[in-house]
């Protein structure tokens, strides 16, 4: 009966790769973009070696209010470093942090959120580093979803990674969050490799240690690179070596590697995404932040998702009401 | 009669798949390391994202003599730069290189090269800059084979590359080259693809340009990074963000990235491979900018190969005679 079996398969509809996506112009549009640039036929086929698909991470795959997430793992490690340290419970800014003051914490840019990183993720070695964010990740929630922070990645993008991944696109993510605390907590969330994943960074140094035997590397404060706007395809260059054929963003910082992904490709050889944050009622609605790459996305063209309309659910794990 | 001749297949030797490498100890080593670390039942397995294998590129996977093979990419920019550019032709180190002096050409350091760089490599787009490589790549020969240079890869270790590769093992190359520069030379060549390839870079700058649509990387005169020594390591947590657990070099620039790969793994769970320059024959021999790294090699019983004794051919395409 197998070859029956198979026979029914090949007749059966196929398989939407893309369920979480609601049928509309913009599920189609990617659908057709990934259809064409695979189709060794088609004028816009793209060898699978320049199949570099680039995304942003906060606001772009997974939520950012009412701060980057980055922002709460600075406050645990606050926390925890203001027990060994008085000078942090004397400091009024670091004080009324601790006291979660998520006002306060939602003033904070992410240059503020860097500088913050520079006290608490910093003098210690990438191996403590890397346990931290490992705990965190498995640990701390959201204080309005009371989710965990790595369930708050969002699942269409998800399924979007994944399809990609299975058309042969080698995926990364070009975030403006620190390098090491995305690999920690993520890298295994969305299946994209630590060397696969960019970000800022502060400086690595290397330490011999005083015996054979325990060389590692510390974690120096001092920023190396702070992956925001033209920094972001500067440090394509660098980490990829090749032009993104696909981008995903979702803020005025993305906007450079959006532009120069548009300008170094055909018309047709490229797909530009921007993810849209309108929806009030299941995440956050807000353009601040956004505004720029709002007014370019409109007058080139480029896919502007919205969240409200194309986005069947938002969060994994939950039905089309959440 | 298929199912028999898989039945002959299952009976048949198994095929070597280092057949360039000389039967002995050192061939014994690797095949044994790759055997116990990609076995689930061994103590010592590897998981298949933490299987992360870095190799030096020049004097490891490819020759260096009579010098840095960049540097005659350099000269070769020179020449080109050196006809719309007067200052050139009356600078007088300069000039002995354009007169093919390779004795002078053997002087330089990789720091001389790295200068030489900065005015040969930079204030052009990267676009530009890769397609003056590629076209190098392509044409250039080595002074004394006459080979292509890019045909000077050693085939043992290109079979290395791919046994790991087969075995599901990310291979990267973390060299003090430039990093475009080995990346548009050779990923085609190692089959490595552009992002797992490390090196020195220069500062890249992102032009939007004066139009709409042609937003650029440009090549800045300045150094960001000299891959060499405790850079290594450094830039491993960078572009990699683990510690790998294969680690192949040859000079005394890569002793830090052995030391941390060997420091920071379990015996049994990593191999340090030292490629020895002891073939004045069929290559060249030299140990010097190499003492350091001998020295410690023998004292912590790491994989020294002797290129005289364990590689039976040492270029693509050759017989056992060259």
Known sequence: MQPLSIAENRNAAPVDPLPSWNQGIIKARILNFVKNVTDSESTNYITPEDRIAVFDN????????????????????????????????????????????????????????????????????????????????????????????????Y???????????????????????????????????????????????????????????NSTILREPELASFNEKEVKPENIQLHIGKVPVFTAGNSDGDLEMLRYTADNNSPGKSLEILVHHDDGSREYSYDTGSENVLIEAQRRNWTIVSMKDDFRIIYPNTNSTN
């Open 58 to 153: 906060d606001g772009t795959l997974w939520a950012e209010k009412p701060t980057y997430f980055q922002g709460f793992f600075v406050l645990n490690r606050l926390e925890e470093l203001s027990k060994s340290n008085p000078e942090i419970s004397r400091n009024p800014q670091l004080q009324q942090l601790l006291n979660k003051n998520f006002t306060n914490l939602q003033l904070l840019t992410k240059k503020d959120i860097m500088s913050l990183v520079m006290l608490t993720h910093s003098n210690i070695t990438q191996h403590e580093f890397n346990r931290m964010v490992q705990k965190w990740a498995e640990t701390a929630h959201h204080p309005q979803t009371q989710k965990r922070f790595v369930q708050m990645v």
């Open 155 to 213: 699942q269409p993008m998800n399924e979007l990674i994944d399809f990609l991944k299975h058309n042969h696109f080698k995926t990364f993510i070009v975030s403006g969050g620190g390098i090491d605390f995305v690999r920690e907590a993520l890298s295994n969330v969305y299946g994209i490799p630590t060397d696969q994943i960019i970000g800022s960074s502060i400086k690595f140094k290397y330490i011999s240690g005083t015996n054979m035997g």
